[in-house]
C-alpha cells in the first residue's frame, strides 16, 4: 500500500467535475451557513417530523444536516426514536452512497473491461504502485469475463515521475489501451511526459482532489457499492477474500 506523500500536486480549489455542492444561494440560509463553514451539501431528501434532510461532507467525512420545518435552524447529526434507534440509518448510507457515486462516476477515470459490464469498481491508481497493478491482475477474471468494468482514477503520488506518467496514460489516444500496455509490462511501460497537455493537468489535478475529498491517502483506494447499495472503500491489495467481495458486490 503506498502512501500520499509530499509529491502530490497542489490540490484545486475548485469541487471535480461532475456532482458539485449546491449553489450557496440557492440554499435556505441556516444551511447556506453551514455551506459558507466548510459543509458541501451534496443532495437533500424528506425526513420525519417536517424536517428537511441535507446529505452533506465535512472534513471529508458524511455529515447528515436538519433543516427545521420554519427553515429557521440547522440541526447536524442523527435522527433517534423512541427506542434511541437512529431514524433510516441504511436509507441515510444509501443516499450518502450515491452522491458520492455520482462523484466517482464523473471523475476522470480509465476504463478497463467491457461497458456494458453490470458492475464497476472505482480505484484510485498510482502507475508506479506495485499493489495497484496486483489489483489489476487479481481482478482479471472478472474483468475478462465482462462482469466487472474497473474504472482508473489516475493519481500520481508515489514517485517523482508518477504526476507525469499518470498525465501520459490520460492524455493517451487510446487510454484503455496505453493503461493496459503499461499493466501487461513488468515495471511499467508507459514514459511520463514532460510537457503534459493542460488537459491532462487538468484531469489529475481534480484526481488528487477527489482522492482527498473521499478520504483515500495511499493506493490502490477501491470503492464499490455492497449488496445494500452502501459505498464502500477499500484500501490497498485485497485479499482473495476480500476481492471476492469487491467482484460481486458482497
Not at 17 to 31: D, K, R, T
Not at 60 to 72: A, E, I, K
Not at 99 to 115: F, K, P, T, V
Not at 212 to 223: K, L, M, N, V
Amino acid at each position: 500500500m503506498n502512501s500520499l506523500g509530499k509529491r502530490c500536486l497542489p490540490w484545486l480549489l475548485a469541487l471535480p467535475c461532475g456532482l458539485q455542492a449546491a449553489p450557496a444561494a440557492s440554499l435556505p440560509a441556516p444551511i447556506q451557513a453551514l455551506a459558507q463553514q466548510g459543509y458541501e451539501i451534496l443532495d437533500s431528501f424528506e425526513a420525519p417530523g417536517g424536517l428537511t434532510g441535507y446529505a452533506a461532507l465535512y472534513l471529508s467525512r458524511p455529515q447528515t444536516v436538519y433543516l427545521t420545518p420554519d427553515g429557521q435552524h440547522a440541526i447536524a447529526g442523527a435522527i433517534t426514536d423512541a427506542r434511541g434507534d437512529k431514524w433510516n440509518q441504511a436509507g441515510l448510507d444509501r443516499q450518502f452512497g450515491a452522491a458520492m457515486l455520482r462523484q466517482l462516476e464523473n471523475s476522470a477515470w480509465i476504463a478497463d473491461g467491457d461497458a456494458k459490464a453490470p458492475r464497476a469498481v472505482y480505484v484510485f491508481t498510482d502507475p508506479n504502485c506495485p499493489y495497484c497493478s496486483q489489483f489489476w491482475r487479481d481482478a482479471r477474471p472478472w474483468v475478462d469475463a465482462g462482469k466487472v468494468q474497473l474504472r482508473h482514477i489516475l493519481v500520481g503520488i508515489l514517485e517523482a515521475d508518477s504526476p507525469g506518467k499518470a498525465m501520459a496514460l490520460l492524455a493517451d489516444a487510446d487510454p484503455e489501451a496505453a493503461l493496459a500496455r503499461h499493466e501487461r509490462q513488468p515495471g511499467g511501460g508507459i514514459q511520463p511526459l514532460a510537457r503534459p497537455p493542460r488537459a491532462a493537468a487538468d484531469k489529475l489535478a481534480a484526481n488528487h482532489q477527489l482522492m482527498e475529498r473521499f478520504g483515500a491517502f495511499s493506493t490502490p483506494a477501491i470503492f464499490y457499492l455492497d449488496a445494500t447499495g452502501a459505498l464502500r472503500k477499500a484500501q490497498g491489495a485485497p485479499s482473495p477474500a476480500s476481492l471476492a467481495k469487491i467482484m460481486n458486490g458482497e
